[in-house]
Each structure stands twice: as C-alpha cells, then as structure tokens.
C-alpha cells in the first residue's frame, strides 16, 4: 500500500455501539482504538485489539481528552505536565492489551478536540510529543501545522492524515460536525487518489489546498462508512499496482 488507511475505532462504551468495527477492518491497515477517555472501556478495548490481530491491521492509540459525556469534542484548559499524564495514562491502559494479545503499539493520534488543540496549542503539541518519546511510536496528525512542527523540531515520526469522509474550508481546516452525512464513495476515492497523487484538493467552495496523505482517515460512525471504505482501498491499492 503506498498510504495507510486508518479507522478510528472500539469506541463503544458498555451497551452503547458506535461504529462497525468488525465490518470496517478488512478495509483498513491501521486501527486507532480508543482509550476510554472519550469512549471504549476495558472490553471493548480487549475485542477490538483482538480484531485488528485477527485482520492483520496496526494498532495504535487514540487518546483523549477526559471528556466521557462530551465524546472528546469540548476543549479543555490543561497544562503541558497533566496533559502528558493523562496521554500516558491512556496509551499505557491499550498497551496492556496489545502486550496480551501478542502486538506492539504502532502509532498514536489525538481524537477530537485534542486534536485540533494539538495542531494550534504549542504545549499541547509537546505534551503529545512526550509521550511519543517515551512509547517511541510515530504521531498521526495533520500536515503543515505546528503539530507537525513541533515534531520535526524534536525528531518524531509524523504520519501526516488526510480525511476521505470530511471537507476542508478554504483555510484547510476540517468541517467537523457532530453527526456525519453520507458520502458519494466515488467521490471520496476520487479525492483521496487526488491527495496521494497531486498532493492538492478543492476546498468545499473550489479553492485549490495543499494536502499530504500519507495516510487516510475513514470514520466508522458515517452512514455508508464501509461501501467508503471499500471504495478507498480499492483505488489506494490500484495506486500502488499502477
């Protein structure tokens, strides 16, 4: 594969279902399983490492901020220190499971709000970044941000992700709602080999943006999530027979 296609999942919670993640594996080559913060528990966690062994697909954490009720979406004011504290906390709790089940931890990526403060918020980034250096794994993050910066500067492994589900405004921001629309997964293919191979997308109102895809993002809890699925790893695979 020239990218990797990565799915954010085990983000169920007791009897509550998000996503299909059994449904989604096969079409993807990284999981990011969620670490109980914003959702998942110790259940979910064990099943979904479980699934990405039995599929052949990496492991990584998606960590996040200690916002159950909120899903990890709502920004929260915390320092450098307690930040770390908490991604170590989380990135620790999945390793336990992936050290039963015979797997080492391949990556890590912030979810939700964390996510974007990673990208704009400098202590934030580093807080990330430490613990990157303490599990010595690559972060997932978006490209030409500070984020990414603050990992060059410190010698981290970035995967820089591109979103085959959600648009970008003219600034190259992602569009994040709370519930995700369906998807043409022709057009979100057709979108994806256009990142990959011209490095360039249109914005939602045509203007042209510089992107990175080294690997891409399929979300689970879209309504045709995996016929978008399919239909991305299909055209990724074709990238890299031609």
């Given amino acids: 594969m020239p990218v990797d296609i990565n799915c954010d999942m085990g983000e169920s919670f007791g009897l509550y279902k998000m996503g299909d993640d059994e449904g989604m594996m096969p079409y993807i080559t990284q999981a ?7 959702g998942s528990d110790p ?5 979904t ?4 062994l039995a599929h052949g ?5 998606h960590f996040s901020l ?10 929260m004011k915390i320092d450098r220190e307690e930040m770390a504290n908490i991604i170590i906390y989380q990135v620790g709790a ?3 499971f992936l050290e039963a089940a015979g797997m080492t931890l391949s990556h890590m990526k912030p979810h939700g709000a964390l996510y974007g403060m990673a990208a704009q918020q400098e202590p934030i980034a580093h807080a990330v970044a430490d613990v990157a250096e303490i599990y010595k794994v690559p972060v997932l993050g978006m490209a030409a941000t500070l984020h990414e910066q603050v990992c060059a500067d410190r010698g981290i492994s970035f995967q820089a992700e591109f979103f085959a589900d959600l648009g970008y405004d003219d600034d190259g921001r992602l569009l994040i709602t ?5 998807v043409d997964p022709g057009m979100a293919a057709a979108r994806c080999v256009q990142a990959v191979r011209e490095g360039a997308i249109k914005s939602i109102n045509g203007k042209s943006l510089s992107v990175r895809a080294e690997t891409i993002c399929v979300h689970s809890d879209t309504p045709n999530a995996i016929d978008v699925a399919k239909a ?3 055209a990724v695979s074709e990238l890299e027979a031609a």
């Fill in 66 to 75: 200690p916002d159950l009720p909120g899903f990890g979406r709502r920004e």
């Fill in 49 to 52: 490492v479980e699934l990405a």
């Fill in 94 to 96: 999945l390793k336990g």
């Fill in 178 to 182: 709370r519930k995700h629309d369906a």
């Fill in 32 to 38: 990011n399983v969620a670490c109980g913060f914003h």
């Fill in 57 to 61: 697909v990496k492991v990584g954490a």
């Fill in 232 to 234: 991305v790893r299909k």
């Fill in 43 to 47: 259940n979910h966690m064990r099943r």
